[in-house]
């Protein structure tokens, strides 16, 4: 797996990358990652972007773990899963509908062009 943030203070956004195929652990120290660095701020913006993402063998109840887990964002910041792929835009759907209660502003789309104007960057 291949995995990458930056933070774009300016725009108050976040971008999460990910490349070939993640494991719950990856995904999750990824996010302790972010949640430690000094420009983070949970008011921020996050796009995750699965475009590059090769295989989505994630099992349900580990979608489920991560969907309903804490979020390291605020109830009211802006989240965009970018998923071109259809087995993985299926699973980004699924985390979304998982996460309705816990995430609730948690979009998925097929490109970047879509994140962006959701988030009117």
Do not use: W
Not at 67 to 78: E, F, N, Q
């Amino acid at each position: 797996m291949g995995a990458q943030f930056t933070i774009d203070v300016n725009l108050r956004l976040v971008i999460v990358t990910f490349e070939g195929q993640s494991t719950v652990q990856e995904i999750s120290g990824l996010f302790s990652q972010i949640l430690s660095h000094p420009d983070f701020d949970p008011d921020f913006s996050q796009i995750i972007d699965c475009t590059n993402v090769t295989q989505g063998n994630m099992p349900t109840d580990e979608i489920r773990s991560l969907a309903r887990g804490k979020s390291i964002y605020k109830p009211t910041s802006m989240q965009v899963v970018v998923a071109p792929r259809d087995h993985i835009f299926a699973l980004a759907r699924m985390g979304q509908a998982y996460a309705e209660q816990t995430i609730p502003n948690l979009m998925v789309v097929r490109t970047m062009a879509e994140a962006l104007k959701i988030l009117k960057r």
